[in-house]
């Protein structure tokens, strides 16, 4: 297979370069949906309180958004090939220190670690799946990656209970490291090199890229944990790197935080519906583990089997989806698909003490087939309103608005369950149902003449 200059395939599929690239994120989702859905018993493994164990989920979104579009610009630069495989390389490390680690700080270190690798990865697979791809079949493609997160997130809380079950939570870690080893293994050869660009990497633009992003979702973290005062303070900082930067990269034709693709009204209307849907999911897949155990009284082995008909919806639905896509406006799709999220959540945060299994089930099947209706057809719009060559930080803003989404959701979580403990759980999904309601409109607004009718 060759790429030519603007980053298309020609040539037969390769199938070894795409299952690798699969592989990768497949490792990297089923990290998350592993250890979000174990955060009780890690909290229990390691004696910390549980508000604070979140902050393993808080400490890897932080360290995965803060490098996300500097790795994504670097991608462009120097291949998304190289950078692929330096992100596996890395997350094999930080699962082994996560694996290895005896306290709070020590797995908080892991994760971090954990979260650069995931990334990189992040932040070159959708490109790279343009580069396997021929225009005309990119919303297979990127149906196919969807279908992949949605398996990874099936097989995570069976996977994650199954092991609890037999071995105590470092061996939730060690696997992941060495998944992480075989998939570079294997994609060594078969991965393709991509065009370059011809750019510099602009180290300054990265670091205030990076600062920023910390400090916001450090303040959205903080307000959790910290307080009032901490999160304004890294809301201060937020507003001051982001300034700096617009200026610094206001006239560069490629700049490392994407401000030419948000003038795309598309781009910019679906990456805010993605960072809506993502902040439901990752703070239901944090919250849900909780009310199966604190509240419904299910051990920790039953509750990661009671999440599963959510993932495993969503992945049927990734085999639906892309061809409705193809009918049906992807606005409309993300509208209807969020409104039955918010449905789900609402009935969800109403359930009775004494529901039975087909009660639960059938509200987070519903919950699956919205998030489904929602997935891959946005991300296939939020790619192709982008420019080909482009590919590698439009890539890197889908990661970071799922990222930025799900940490959100998950801080949620933790203000609730210390600010309202007895509650906390209600307060959470009724959150949920509220980000919902705020993204079906965001993805009807697409619909728009004007948006669909604008240039790019």
Known sequence: MTVDARGAKSGPMNLPALFAVL???????????????????IARGIGAPAAKTIWIINIYYLAVV???????????????????????????????????????????????????????????????????YPAHRLGRGLGLYAMIVGIAFTVGPTAASTILSLASWPWLFFPSALLALLAVAMAYK????????????????????????SSLLFAIAGFAHLGGQAALLALLM???????????????????????LFRIPLFSLSAATAVCAFAIQGLVFVVLPFLFQFRLGYSQVEAGFLI?????????????????????????????????????????????????????????????????????????????????????????????????GQSLGAACVAFWLSRWPDLGIQAALWTGVGMGVVGSLISLSRLAPRVRNHPG
């Not at 120097?78 to 020590?106: H, T």
């Not at 998030?371 to 803003?397: D, E, K, W, Y």
């Open 66 to 132: 803060a490098a996300l579009l500097p790795l994504a610009s670097l991608g462009e630069i120097y291949g998304y090939r190289r950078i692929f495989f330096m992100g596996l390389g890395v997350f094999a490390l930080g699962a082994l220190a996560c694996g290895l680690s005896q306290s709070l700080p020590g797995l908080m270190a892991g994760r971090a670690l954990l979260g650069l690798g995931s990334a990189a990865v992040s932040a070159t697979t959708p490109a790279l799946i343009r580069v396997l």
């Open 23 to 41: 592989l990768g994120v497949s490792i990297i989702t089923l990290d998350i949906s592993l250890t979000s859905t174990a955060i009780p018993a």
């Open 308 to 404: 599963t008909p959510w993932p495993a919806t969503l992945a049927l639905m990734t085999l639906v989806a892309p061809r409705l896509a193809e009918h049906v406006a992807p606005g409309l799709l993300g509208f209807v698909g969020l409104v039955f999220i918010a449905l789900g959540l609402m009935l969800l945060a109403t359930l009775p003490g004494d529901a039975s299994l087909p009660g639960i089930s059938w509200r987070l099947v519903l919950c699956g087939v919205g998030f489904g209706l929602f997935q891959s057809p946005n991300m296939t719009v939020l790619m192709s309103s982008a420019p080909s060559h482009r590919s590698g930080s439009a890539g890197g803003i889908l990661a970071a608005a799922r990222l930025l």
């Open 190 to 213: 078969g991965l393709p090199s991509t065009e370059r660009s011809a750019r510099a990497f602009d180290a300054v633009s990265a670091v205030l890229c990076a600062a920023m992003f």
């Open 238 to 260: 937020f507003a001051g790197c982001s300034l700096a930067l617009q200026r610094r990269e206001s006239r560069r034709d490629a700049p490392v935080l994407a401000f030419d």
